[in-house]
């Protein structure tokens, strides 16, 4: 996903891997979105070139022109993956959007881009579809992994894509969530209109194809589990069992206390921002630890809501959230306070993207009916209703808000 693999005509590396969070490329992506302008961008790759595959292999052309002109191929690195296992060089629809080498418009590889960056089209591999038979481990992979020669490769995708995948969610208005260090709202939509460059990404999802247009809106939010982390690694021998049991006693809104989650770097839904962490409104003669642990969790479901109201406004349709049933879902807490102020269903599902993709594996022609049968026949735990009380979660949220607008504010 989004990092770059190049390789000469005997299909050997020529450098290491940028990998997808490596930065030398945000300049080039930058300059690229200014001089091709926003509208041709966002109608056409629904994103800025940014720091993605395409612009840093410009950042190899013009920083090691030497290597570029061996370049029989490029790759994302699960294409490079895939290629060792069967010695066939090839990718997906899927793996170029990552890139930010996909047109949605025309519905091809952008070549007008490659082009502006004055790169050779041909270097992009051979296009197949991402359920469908895309080579065989051959004798070379055998020996290094121990699988038999000639198992099929037949599925590849990045991780929030698979994701979503191991979680159902393929249908306009379906959400993927995640929340752990970091979370992550993967929401589906049919709609190809939108005007976030930076804080929404915008990727094919798994079952994009000629007849259904899934994309992929991906929003980061950086700060999160690490928050509820934090106050749990300096509380003297509290699990998270005591700290969410605590935070149970607490009413809604943790009388007046809100926690400011973002203390993890830059924030991307924030326009880049670094706020940091803020714990707002304390008394010290009334609130406890169970209204820090409280404030924390609701901070941190009120970070996922502000970013859901940024997919909203950007054409996204909410009906229905699913999550694997680990990390801050396990919380009653954080899903009934998304849930309620959401006004959908949370569904937890006993899965992860590695169980997705194995069983993905068995999926041919994109015929996806049994494969989201069994999911939910066989994975769904449970569901988190909005509660009723939804008027108590909203004014908690507005003062969040509140005090979250008034550090914007003062953040030179």
């Known amino acids: 996903m989004h990092g770059l693999v190049i390789v000469d ?23 690229a979105y200014e001089k091709l302008g926003e509208e041709k961008c966002m109608s056409r790759l629904l994103n800025s070139p940014g720091n993605f595959t395409a612009s840093k292999l410009k950042w190899v052309k013009e920083n090691e022109p030497d290597i570029y002109e061996k370049i029989y191929k490029y790759m994302l690195p699960g294409d490079y993956i895939a290629y060792k296992l069967t010695g066939e060089i090839n990718t997906t629809r899927n793996g170029l959007s990552e890139g930010i080498i996909w047109d949605y418009k025309e519905n091809k590889t952008a070549d007008w881009l490659l082009d502006f960056y004055g790169i050779d089209c041909s270097l992009t591999p051979e296009i197949v579809d991402n359920f469908s038979n895309q080579g065989s481990t051959n004798i070379n992979a055998s020996e290094q992994t121990g699988l038999n020669v000639g198992v099929p490769i037949t599925y590849r ?5 698979n994701n979503a ?7 306009d208005g379906e959400v993927a969530a995640s929340g752990g260090t970091s979370g992550v709202i993967y929401s589906i939509t049919n709609n190809i209109n939108s005007k976030e460059p930076s ?8 079952n994009y194809n000629d007849d259904s247009k899934s994309i992929g809106k991906l929003l980061c939010i950086n700060g999160a589990g690490i928050q509820y982390r934090w106050l749990r690694n300096h509380s003297v021998g509290k699990s998270y069992e005591k700290m969410n049991e605590q935070a149970s006693s607490i009413s809604v809104g943790s009388d007046g206390i809100s926690v400011i989650p973002f203390g993890n770097g830059a924030e991307r839904m924030l326009n880049n921002k670094n706020i940091g962490t803020h714990i707002c409104n304390i008394n010290l003669n009334k609130h406890s630890h169970g209204h820090l642990y409280r404030s924390a969790l609701e901070g941190i479901a009120f970070s996922f809501m502000y970013g859901m109201e940024i997919l909203k406004n950007d054409n996204a349709a909410i009906n229905v959230i699913r999550a694997g049933n680990d ?5 009653e807490i954080f899903a009934n306070t998304v849930s309620t102020l959401i006004g959908h269903e949370i569904e937890i599902y006993n899965t992860t993207g590695a169980f997705g993709a194995a069983r993905a594996s068995g999926v ?12 939910t026949k066989n994975d769904h735990v449970m569901t988190f209703l909005p509660l009723k009380n939804r008027s108590e979660y909203e004014d908690a949220y ?8 008034g550090i914007l504010n003062n953040k030179k």
């Open 9 to 31: 005509s005997n299909g050997e590396p020529l450098r290491d891997s940028i990998i997808w969070c490596d930065s030398r490329a945000v300049d080039i992506g930058n300059k």
């Open 165 to 171: 995948l191991a979680l159902n969610v393929f249908d």
């Open 157 to 161: 995708a990045g991780d929030q894509p």
């Open 327 to 331: 990390n801050l879902f396990r919380s």
């Open 199 to 206: 804080r929404i990404n915008h990727f094919a999802h798994v």
């Open 364 to 375: 041919l022609n994109n015929d996806l009916n049994s494969f989201r049968e069994k999911i």
């Open 398 to 405: 507005s003062r969040w808000k509140e005090d979250l607008q």
